[in-house]
């Protein structure tokens, strides 16, 4: 069994925000927006958790402090979905597109959850709470995000669960460059977009590889910056001998809503001294975001772009 605690933190609320959850001293992650609310950090910790420890096969226990996070994952959930993700009084639900990937990482899994009280000497509860509020301390004065190591992970054909660069640490400082407003649906939604296109470009093979393998519709298509044309099958094929550069930006440039479930994010890439225009394309569905197109257009060519 695993047991592990998860928390938030925003300096203002809203404000620069964390989330961090934490197993022991080698197994812990963290991150955060540059604004936020105190839940969208306790949500985003269970949600990257649940991610982390999605293909392990084991009974995972999560440590709360919130009982907001608890009763939306035990409770809430159910109701909300059948009225449209509406609440009691009619009003939308707030978080809704972190909830919804909670959601489907939770189906099928052997999940607990624990309250805890917050601050009073709980050793695995104050570990995140140091972590998530040093997250949203770097985004309040503009220094480097201490990531974690993560999940390691042992596997036998892939050399995973390697510890990330410090290069790579620092560059995911960068990938929640969202604009200084408070707090609303197209925000929550370009944070949960950005944190998935974080993972099809993670440097550890192992983890890109089951990102690539859980987010590409199986009608993918991508136009390469080189104007090769990758179908899924050919992503997935070459991603396990393809080399990732170890400092990789990723800068959110907006999202335009072309339905209710089909969202087009822009962003910029930057990896050494490359740098590309993307557009994404996304699709929710029963199983949650899935990838369907994408499209890169070079700014800076410093070579080898697919």
């Keep these: 069994m695993i047991v592990a605690a998860a928390d938030g933190s925003s300096l203002d609320n809203p404000g620069p925000a964390g989330w961090a959850w934490y197993i022991d001293d ?85 999940v607990t959850f624990e309250w805890v009280k ?38 036998d054909s892939l050399s995973a669960g390697s510890d990330r660069s410090q290069e790579a640490v620092e560059a995911q400082s960068e990938l929640f460059d969202l604009p200084p407003a408070p707090a609303n649906p197209d925000q929550v939604l370009t944070v949960e977009l950005v944190a998935l296109e974080r993972r099809l470009v993670d440097p550890d093979p192992y983890r890109r590889q089951r990102a690539l393998t859980e987010l590409l519709d199986e009608d993918f298509v991508e136009h390469g910056v080189s104007g090769r044309i990758w179908t899924r099958g050919r992503v997935l094929a070459e991603a396990r001998s393809q080399t990732l550069g170890s400092r990789v930006g990723i ?9 209710e479930q089909t969202v087009l994010l822009r962003w910029r890439h930057r990896s050494g001294a490359r740098e590309s225009l993307r557009a994404s394309l996304w699709r929710r569905g029963p199983h949650g975001w899935k990838l369907i197109f994408h499209q890169g257009t070079v700014v800076r060519d410093g070579g080898g772009y697919r």
């Design 118 to 155: 917050g601050h009073a000497g709980h050793a695995l509860n104050e570990a995140a709470d140091v972590r998530a509020r040093a997250a949203a301390t770097a985004f309040r004065d503009g220094t480097p995000v201490d990531h974690g190591p993560g999940m390691t992970v042992a596997d």
């Design 26 to 110: 080698d197994t812990w992650a963290a991150g955060g927006w540059p604004r936020g609310t105190n839940n969208m950090g306790e949500l985003m910790a269970v949600l990257d958790l649940l991610r982390s420890t999605g293909g392990l096969g084991e009974p995972l226990t999560i440590l709360c402090d919130s009982q907001y996070a608890i009763n939306c994952c035990t409770k809430w959930m159910p109701g909300w979905k059948r009225k449209g993700w509406r609440k009691a009084d009619g009003k939308p639900v707030l978080n809704r597109d972190l909830l919804e990937q909670i959601d489907v990482q939770l189906r099928g899994r052997d």
């Design 251 to 259: 800068e959110a440039l907006g999202v335009v809503r072309l339905s």
